[in-house]
């Protein structure tokens, strides 16, 4: 149980293009999802908290309409990278929190893009 | 944003041998996390701590919660060559699954078999 799964795994763009990655709760219920950006050798850095039905919460010097969040269903929550840059290029993961109750968060696998 | 203090970076150990790493903070958290992650993949979780002076095991990994609760460790005993990966602690401010985790900066584990 409690599989997140996110699609695409790779994504390889021009820059100037938009990227959409879908971050999906396969077996459970999430009001509350978020999305993370991992560059090479670091630590994962939390971008936004996406909550359904309502806006993300951006981190402090994360551009909210750079990375345009939706989260419009219990099990979905997409991350669109609009006008991708070649510094855009990282690893996106996201993560699902539980239905009140629980205070664990489950990680999607994560999605490699490559801006050119 | 905020890290978590991690050590050590990084670790290169033979089969068998036993792991230990840790975290500290200047802050306290009411939740830590461990979580292993492998190369092109998300985190997985391998323990979770939710109460201060908490030990817990998972397998031939354990962990516990500092007193203070502002500092965890990690300890992995007999090491395999399947260990290999980086280690992650997290730690969680706010309680429920609405808190956001603020992450150390990894500590990259490699076995010699």
């Known amino acids: 149980g409690a599989v997140v799964s996110q699609h695409p795994s790779r994504v390889i763009c021009k820059s100037g293009t938009s990227v959409k990655i879908e971050c999906r709760s396969l077996?459970?219920?999430?009001?509350?999802m978020f999305w993370y950006r991992q560059f090479p050798k670091q630590s994962l850095m939390l971008m936004a908290t996406s909550n359904e039905g309502s806006k993300a919460t951006y981190e402090q010097g994360v551009e909210k309409d750079k990375f345009l969040i939706n989260h419009a269903s219990l099990t979905l929550s997409t991350l669109t990278v609009t006008s991708a840059h070649p510094e855009d290029s990282s690893f996106y993961i996201c993560s699902a929190a539980p239905l009140a109750g629980a205070d664990t968060q489950y990680f999607g696998p994560g999605t490699r893009l490559t801006v050119l | 944003g905020q890290q978590l203090n991690q050590s050590p970076q990084s670790m290169f150990i033979q089969e068998g041998e036993d792991v230990s790493m840790n975290c500290t903070s200047s802050?306290?958290?009411?939740?830590w996390l461990w979580y292993k992650q492998d190369p092109g993949e998300g985190p997985v979780l391998l323990i979770a701590l939710y109460k201060a002076g908490e030990l817990t095991s998972n397998g031939r990994l354990t962990a516990q919660f500092g007193t203070t609760r502002k500092d965890s460790f990690l300890n992995i005993s007999a090491s395999i060559p399947s260990d290999v990966g980086i280690y992650f602690c997290a730690g969680q401010r706010f309680g429920g699954s609405q808190g956001n985790l603020i992450f150390g900066k990894g500590t990259k584990l490699s076995v010699k078999p």
């Open positions: 802050s306290i958290f009411n939740t």
């Open positions: 077996d459970f219920q999430a009001t509350t």
